[in-house]
């Protein structure tokens, strides 16, 4: 499949999504839309223009899961959604999911993040 990105001979990212409940991700499975807060636009903007593609790996607080990943399939714009209420986030982007699975961080504990002290990704 083709690359959402411009940039096709660059390294590969992939970002944690943190969401505060599990609505949030049945929202973006079932629209195909995700939302982050304002702190995180430029990095994953920054990502999706110089990567050849980016990943988000989604995980609700507290759950010990994964929900599930996703690729990103464009910048995030200025339109907010009105989905996630007032919650502070900002525009929206659309996300292509790829698994839609819960998968208990144990199954990850060998993946260590060599940005983040090598501790566990989770």
């Given at each position: 499949?083709?690359?959402?990105?411009?940039?096709?001979?660059?390294?590969?990212?992939?970002?944690?999504?943190k969401?505060s409940?599990?609505?949030n991700?049945?929202?973006?499975?079932?629209?195909?839309?995700?939302?982050?807060?304002?702190?995180?636009e430029?990095?994953?903007?920054?990502?999706?223009?110089?990567?050849?593609?980016?990943?988000?790996?989604?995980?609700?607080?507290?759950?010990?899961?994964?929900?599930?990943?996703?690729?990103?399939?464009?910048?995030?714009?200025?339109?907010?959604?009105?989905?996630?209420?007032?919650?502070?986030?900002?525009?929206?982007?659309?996300?292509?999911?790829?698994?839609?699975?819960?998968?208990?961080?144990?199954?990850?504990?060998?993946?260590?993040?060599?940005?983040?002290?090598?501790?566990?990704?989770?």
């Amino acid at each position: 499949s083709k690359s959402p990105s411009p940039r096709q001979n660059t390294p590969v990212r992939y970002f944690i999504m943190k969401s505060s409940n599990l609505q949030n991700i049945d929202i973006s499975q079932q629209k195909g839309i995700w939302s982050t807060t304002p702190s995180n636009e430029q990095k994953l903007n920054g990502a999706f223009w110089e990567s050849s593609m980016v990943y988000l790996i989604f995980s609700v607080q507290g759950s010990g899961c994964f929900q599930g990943f996703a690729r990103m399939g464009s910048a995030i714009g200025c339109e907010k959604s009105q989905d996630w209420g007032s919650a502070g986030f900002g525009g929206v982007f659309k996300v292509d999911w790829i698994r839609k699975e819960s998968i208990p961080f144990q199954f990850a504990q060998h993946l260590l993040n060599p940005w983040n002290d090598s501790k566990k990704v989770q």
